[in-house]
């Protein structure tokens, strides 16, 4: 019997400007723990964010993935316990899908005698997951840049500073990605994606560098922020309200609708003013405060 065990941890994609090309992991995991077992039956159990919805039978996502491996060398399903814990909050734009896409995946590679190659996961893992922006940093950590072309990933793992931390608000409601992207239009104005083009640079120039004064403007955003303002309310003023307490920069995380503040002090201080702005909209919201996590997924083969 065999037993692995694999942990990714959460990111943050888009960053403001970094349309489904910067995204950053943050210190919350999704731990999974495979044991395989000499019965017939699988059983999942699960537990943290989201449990309580999530199924437990063959539609489950982390099984799904960690099948979808097997069927890559024909691998037979045989008996095992799944036990998957999730701190990631799910639909609320903090990379949950591409953390459980992940686990699943390598667990069923290790399960299966398969080669943990990073780059063979980017790829699997973008086609099954579809979004290179949240499950390449959760795969490597870190700050990455992201050119997902329809032939080639290309990717670029970057250090920020080491006392930045994200200051994350999450209202009560979700907002799944497919909504969110609902609202986004066709084209955008020629000087929209000329300002977001500069702002890229710039955000990605500041963080490599610790250049943090510059993160106000370089997390400006018109490109999908705008457009996404009519399913999050409060969005700009909690914005503000973070930036106006200290904040070096904030926006939407990912497709929302938790917005992230980045940090290097007073992330308390920024916290209560992001949860207060949003109360004047009658909206109930709760922080985390996260370091940005460095190590990315791990995993570890136990033979029994």
Avoid at 25 to 46: F, P
Avoid at 163 to 180: C, G, N, Q, Y
């Amino acid at each position: 019997m065999t037993t692995v065990i694999v942990s990714a941890p959460a990111s943050s994609a888009n960053l403001g400007p970094g349309f489904d090309c910067l995204g950053m992991a943050l210190q919350l995991c999704h731990r999974l723990t495979v044991s395989t077992n000499d019965s017939d039956a699988v059983e999942i159990r699960a537990t943290g964010e989201g449990a309580n919805d999530l199924p437990l039978d063959d539609t489950n996502h982390v099984y799904h993935a960690m099948c979808r491996s097997f069927d890559v060398v024909g691998y037979p399903r045989g008996g095992m316990l799944i036990e998957s814990n999730n701190e990631i909050p799910i639909s609320v734009g903090l990379g949950s899908s591409a953390a459980a896409c992940l686990v699943g995946l390598v667990a069923g590679m290790l399960l299966s005698g398969q080669e943990v190659d990073l780059e063979r996961i980017v790829r699997f893992g973008t086609v099954e997951e579809g979004h290179a922006d949240n499950l390449i940093p959760s795969l490597f950590g870190g700050f990455t840049v992201i050119n997902a072309g329809p032939e080639h990933i290309d990717h670029i793992r970057l250090e920020p500073p080491d006392d930045l931390r994200a200051v994350v608000a999450i209202p009560d409601f979700t907002l799944p990605t497919e909504k969110s992207r609902m609202v986004l239009p066709d084209q955008v104005p020629f000087k929209d994606a000329v300002a977001n083009q500069g702002r890229v640079g710039l955000l990605t120039a500041a963080l490599a560098s610790g250049r943090v004064e510059l993160l106000r403007r370089a997390m400006e955003d018109c490109l999908h922020q705008p457009y996404r303002a009519e399913l999050v309310p409060g969005m700009e003023q909690v914005r503000e309200a973070a930036v106006d307490a200290g904040a070096l920069g904030a926006a939407l995380s990912g497709a929302g609708p938790a917005i992230l503040g980045l940090v290097v002090s007073s992330d308390d201080i920024v916290a209560k003013a992001m949860v207060e702005a949003w109360a004047d909209w009658g909206i109930i919201a709760r922080t985390l405060i996260l370091p940005v996590d460095r190590t990315g997924l791990t995993y570890e083969v136990v033979r029994n």
